[in-house]
């Protein structure tokens, strides 16, 4: 039985905690705006209904303070997912949408592969450091949001979070055509956050490049031992490129599903 339940607003972030026979069973978070970016529920209170009734408090409380919309972003438990899934719909909310691919893996069991040794880079084409971006094509990248690219692909999102060590960017014909951008999240895991290579400049071959020279950077420093990367939805040639490419070297995959819901 459900005997006590906080909602704690902490600076702009909103938490809800179930807590059940004295233990603190589920927990939501979510920013002041209405998204709801944490959702996780204890193996063996799972399938009780909690979590949809954290949610369901959640919703009461912005709609007494006006909020309209509500998103919702999780990750997948395997079977727990679908049951989720289907509780998320029977309140209101939309069909939820595979967000993200996150992957985890062991850093010097990706340099197994023989690809790491090979150059993928087109002659009209060069790699460079991140940090050697030119104010100039800062600006230029800056205007094509929403025309080159969408928020997902963002390379200045948490711009000072950026390690320039382990982020590239890929010229072509001196354009800058893609990137792949690193954060450091601890001692032990570099976090390789976005990958982007438009169609138009061979959306393979550039993506391979960028991850061979990233991934191939983080092997030979040997800084970190675990490296964990994200693959959006939409990216499908990232994601096949690091299914098949750093199969010898995931161990864990993770899936984050969205969905949004509007407050009558």
Known sequence: MLTRRKLKELSSIIGL??????TAAAIVLSEGNGNLFYLRVLPQFQNMGIEKELI???????????????SLT???DSPHEVSFSKQIVELGWKEPKLLIHLFIGQADKLEQDEWFHRDFTASNQELFYWGELTEEEKKYLQLQKDIMYSDVYDPFYNNEKISYKYSFGLRENDYVVGWIISEEISQNMIFVRTVYTPEQFGARRASLSLLNRCFGTIYSEKEYPFVMFAVDSSNTTARRIVEKRFKSGIIREKLYFNTQKMID
Do not use: D, N, P
């Open 74 to 76: 999780y990750e997948s």
């Open 17 to 22: 905690v179930a807590i059940l026979e004295g």
């Open 56 to 70: 369901t408090r959640l919703e009461q409380w912005y709609k007494q303070r006006g909020c309209k919309s509500l």
